[in-house]
Structure formats: structure tokens, C-alpha cells
């Protein structure tokens, strides 16, 4: 499984540059997989999901990656910008309980100017 | 149309004292989740609600932790006897149905002191 850190990691990059922001899951049960942008002082904002019968999904400026082989998640987010520095938490969903998520710890992303 | 809110936004109480925290999920939604995030942590899965069905309480931290949603929309989360271990954000989210994307409020930010 993950593991438990105080610190986030945290990814910076220059506006313009491409982004990918990393997830690894335990579960190979997991069946479904959601990425969330969370803002400082909001809650969780989806971004983009992915079931496990597909290995890549694109939405507008975002690509997210499965590999169940490996059990890894990736977040592409192109041409990166300052709007984009939040904190992206990857999330899981596991048979047998579909309506619950099991979320990592999160990934900061700090974009300059 | 309107989101989920919550309320208060930010309370502060004293070790030993018990507070409520309420979610007013999107009209018409039938699920609604608690969550919690501590200081740089992923989100905690705390309690599932879905319809008439009894809730999915597997999350809840303690038995000093309850949660009610009254007529299948507002739900309050009730901490009695506080810990300073309780310090945390408290997320609310709804969704249309199990199995739809989950959409969060801002989160109620509890200091236990």
C-alpha cells in the first residue's frame, strides 16, 4: 500500500510545461478510479475518472493513465498553468463497495509564473 | 444550481464538549458521504448514506462519533466528548445516486483545543 508521510509531495513546474502527477493503489479489486483538484479551503473537485476496463481517458487539457499491471494511476495535465497549483488526490473504488472511495494522501502542485 | 454546503465553516471548542457539524447536500441527491481530512492527509471515509437504506457507519472513527440525516437530505455529524485528536476538516459530499461522481462541500475545519 501507500505510504503514510507527514509531508506531501509535492511536484513544481513552469507555466506552459506538461504535468504528471503519480498515484500507486493497493487494491487489485479496484475497479474504478477517480482523480480530484482540491483548492486551498475547498473541498475536492473532480476532475476526471477511468474504469478498469480502459488503460487511458482525455478530458480537456487532462489524460489519465491506468496501469492495472502495476497498479498505477497517472494525471497528465497539459500546457500546465498557475490556476492548476492545488493539491490532486487520486481515488479508488473497490468491488464490492461501490459507493465508498478510498483517497491517497495527495500530490501538490505548484505552478510559476 | 447550488452546491453542497456546510456549516459552520470553522468551529473551535474545547477538549471534553460535543459539536455538530450539518451538510446541505444538492437537492435531489440520494447518497451523501462524510469525510475527513487531517492536516495533509488524503480524505478519511467516515459514514454512507443511500436513500432509506441504512448507513454505511464502517468509517466511523469511535462510537463517540454519530451521524443522522433527517427526511433524505440534511445531515448532521455529531462528535461528543471531543478529543484534540478530532482537529481535522470535516467534508460532506452527494451524489445523484451510488455509483455518480461525488460532490463536495467546502468543508467544516474543527479545532479541538
Known amino acids: 500500500g501507500e505510504s503514510v508521510g507527514l509531508h506531501l509531495p509535492t511536484l513544481s513546474v513552469q507555466e506552459g510545461d506538461n504535468s504528471i502527477i503519480n498515484c500507486a493503489y493497493s487494491n487489485s479489486a479496484s475497479d474504478y478510479f477517480i482523480w480530484y483538484k482540491q483548492e486551498s479551503g475547498k473541498g475536492p473537485q473532480f476532475i476526471i475518472d477511468i474504469r478498469s476496463n480502459m488503460d487511458k481517458r482525455q478530458g480537456q487539457r487532462v489524460t489519465v493513465l491506468l496501469n492495472k499491471t502495476v497498479k498505477h494511476l497517472s494525471l497528465q495535465i497539459a500546457a500546465t498553468q498557475p490556476g492548476d497549483s492545488a493539491v490532486y488526490f487520486c481515488a479508488e473504488n473497490r468491488e464490492g463497495n461501490r459507493s465508498t472511495l478510498t483517497f491517497g494522501k495527495g500530490t501538490m502542485l505548484l505552478v510559476s509564473p | 444550481g447550488a452546491g453542497v454546503s456546510q456549516s459552520p465553516s470553522n468551529k473551535v471548542t474545547e477538549k471534553g464538549k460535543d459539536v455538530e457539524l450539518r451538510c446541505d447536500p444538492i437537492s435531489g441527491h440520494t447518497a451523501l458521504y462524510w469525510y475527513r481530512q487531517s492536516l495533509g492527509q488524503g480524505l478519511e471515509f467516515l459514514i454512507y448514506f443511500q436513500g432509506n437504506s441504512a448507513p454505511d457507519k464502517s468509517g466511523l472513527p469511535s462510537d463517540r462519533f454519530s451521524a443522522e440525516r433527517t427526511g433524505g437530505s440534511v445531515s448532521t455529524l455529531t462528535i461528543q466528548r471531543t478529543q484534540q485528536e478530532d482537529s481535522a476538516v470535516y467534508l460532506c459530499?452527494?451524489?445523484?445516486?451510488?455509483?455518480?461522481?461525488?460532490?463536495f462541500g467546502p468543508g467544516t475545519r474543527l479545532t479541538v483545543t
Open positions: 459530499a452527494s451524489s445523484r445516486d451510488r455509483d455518480y461522481e461525488q460532490y
